[in-house]
């Protein structure tokens, strides 16, 4: 696997800037169409939670522990509780329950 490093990063700064850059210059017009604009509303929450839901599993020792504070997470999150409520919450659980 030995290469031009340079060349690796050359390709892939030119794919990031391609996916970022083609939307801009072949979609000119609004999106009307209503299926479009909710899948796209959609992506970036869709995206953060496939990046951090395996994170959370494997964060801790055991995988009851990250299940509990992830339970506690979702649970403080559904109540309306703010984010360092929710952070706290889930940690302290997930301690706790890995002190059993």
Known sequence: MRGNIYLY???MALVT???RALPL???RKRITSRYIQS????VPYATLAAMTFPA????TGSMASAA???AAALLLAYKNKSLIVVAFGACAVSFLFSLI
């Open 68 to 70: 509990a504070g992830f």
């Open 56 to 59: 959370i599993l494997y964060s």
């Open 25 to 27: 210059t072949l979609i």
């Open 39 to 42: 899948f796209l509303y959609y």
């Open 17 to 19: 800037y391609a996916v």
């Open 9 to 11: 990063i050359i390709v």
